[in-house]
């Protein structure tokens, strides 16, 4: 993700786009060492990601048109990979990506501020390949031995780097596909799951737990962090989101929590589940370098139910402090939080609604 850029007051719709406003109370909820204290409302403006009809859809990720105040986004609907992005107006634009010849389906992972999305396809009879859709161009295989997937692309545009997993001696291993292709250390199993080029740094897991390192040095384990965790995501500052399990506890699931670590040195914060809820997970992170301001996105879940949440530490932005997204009316379950932008849009799929949709939930200052 980029730094932030001064966001103009969207009150415009276009026939495209399915908007409502809403007034909503924000709670911040304790989770130890951290907490801010919310403004008593926050206005958030609520769009409608028009998936094809009758297919479920899930978001999964976004990404702020560099230079504006408007955005790039993907989704997976039905087993094939979408994007959106707006335009002036603002205008919603939704399209399936295109498939490679033979292609039977496609999966998008992530989306930089220019509009280059990567992700996977699948071919007959059973290859995976890792591929790049540059914006309104056709897509491309990038290299890496399948079955291969590209999950993480840095958000500054260029295309910059592109990590994810390739095959070496029977195991996935993290790759770096670009530029100039690499497997990263050590042997896998392994997953790199994303990167940014102001750092070098790429995130991920290795040997089961939650990893970072400065391209091209091998992964090694987040200080605190222990089996069967994983990083998730990063931004231009450093900052780390991921994942940790604990074990059996939570009805199918197993006990967890989600946490945050500033490289290099940390420290690594856990941050638990939302009342009632027994894990909890980070997918998304980004930070606004004029104010500092932290806004960590993904998930909270007991035995039957999964939340969107959001932890936000910008008094000004979305929803501030540890928040179930569900506090904003009108849906029927939000269920995931997979994506936030530089200005703190928050990607969320509605699971509980048939099909499951896809919408963009906008602060409105």
């Known amino acids: 993700m980029r730094a932030c850029y001064d966001r103009g007051i969207q009150t415009d ?26 403004p008593a409302h926050a206005a958030v403006k609520v769009t409608l990601i028009k998936g094809p009809p009758g297919v479920n859809c899930a978001g999964a990720k976004i990404s702020t048109v560099f230079g504006t105040n408007r955005y790039w986004g993907v989704m997976n609907c039905g087993g094939f990979a979408y994007k959106f992005w707006t335009t002036a107006g603002p205008k919603l634009h939704v399209a399936q990506l295109p498939l490679l010849p033979g292609a039977i389906g496609s999966f998008a992972s992530d989306v930089d501020d220019q509009g280059t999305d990567v992700g996977y396809q699948l071919r007959k009879p059973a290859a995976q390949v890792p591929v790049i859709w540059p914006h309104g161009g056709p897509p491309a295989v990038l290299p890496g031995p399948a079955p291969a997937a590209a999950l993480g692309i840095d958000g500054a545009g260029g295309p910059g780097p592109i990590v994810g997993f390739a095959q070496s001696a029977g195991n996935a291993q993290a790759f770096w596909f670009n530029p100039g292709p690499f497997f990263i250390p050590p042997a896998g199993p392994s997953t790199a799951y994303d990167v940014s080029s102001q750092l070098g740094l790429y995130v991920g897991q290795t040997g089961g737990i939650a990893a970072a390192a400065i391209a091209p040095g091998p992964l090694v384990a987040l200080p605190g962090a222990g089996p069967n965790s994983v990083a998730l995501a990063t931004n231009e500052a450093g900052l780390i989101a991921g994942h940790q399990d604990l074990g059996a506890g939570c009805g199918p699931l197993p006990l967890g929590f989600a946490f945050f670590f500033q490289w290099a040195a940390g420290p690594f914060t856990p941050v638990g589940p939302l009342p009632g809820d027994c894990t909890a997970g980070f997918e998304d992170v980004n930070i606004d370098v004029h104010t500092g301001a932290k806004t960590f996105v993904g998930y909270s879940a007991n035995a039957a139910v999964h939340s969107a949440m959001a932890l936000d530490l910008n008094p000004n932005y979305l929803l501030p402090g540890k928040v179930n997204l569900n506090a904003i009316p009108g849906f029927v379950h939000l269920t995931d939080a997979p994506g936030v932008d530089d200005f703190g849009d928050v990607l969320v799929t509605d699971g509980g609604h048939v099909p499951s949709v896809v919408y963009v939930l906008t602060h409105v200052p």
């Open 13 to 38: 719709s276009s026939e495209d786009v399915s908007v409502k406003y809403l007034s909503i109370t924000a709670a911040a909820l304790a989770f130890g060492a951290v907490a801010a204290p919310p």
